[in-house]
């Protein structure tokens, strides 16, 4: 599985983005994609999850902030992430679990106060 990380930039507190992955395989093959984060000197952590069930899991600081969604005919998934604290200043991964964790190249999201 590849995936292709799009969408980071800087923005200031209060703002949106929206990351986008592309995936090699159709998504409806994926156990679980999810997003992850990670910033220096820390270990990556997961923000928000989707299983092929349609189930999500958000990291508690991000809950009713972030929303993370699929598209099986473009075979995304994205991140909504509104309402950005400087907090949330870090590298996002997207990833794939399928026989294995697939990782994404890494996008930055800056969020200055």
């Known amino acids: 599985v590849q995936l292709q990380a799009s969408g980071g930039g800087s923005v200031q507190a209060g703002g949106s983005l929206t990351l986008s992955c592309a995936v090699s395989e159709r998504i409806n093959r994926i156990l679980i994609l999810g997003w992850y984060r990670q910033v220096p000197g820390k270990r990556r952590e997961l923000v928000a999850s989707i299983g092929k069930d349609g189930s999500t899991d958000y990291l508690f600081s991000v809950k009713d902030r972030f929303t993370i969604s699929t598209d099986s005919a473009k075979n995304t998934v994205s991140l909504q992430m509104n309402n950005l604290k400087p907090e949330d200043t870090a590298v996002y991964y997207c990833?794939?679990?399928?026989?294995?964790?697939?990782w994404g190249q890494g996008t930055q999201v800056t969020v200055s106060s």
């Open positions: 990833n794939a679990k399928r026989q294995g964790d697939h």
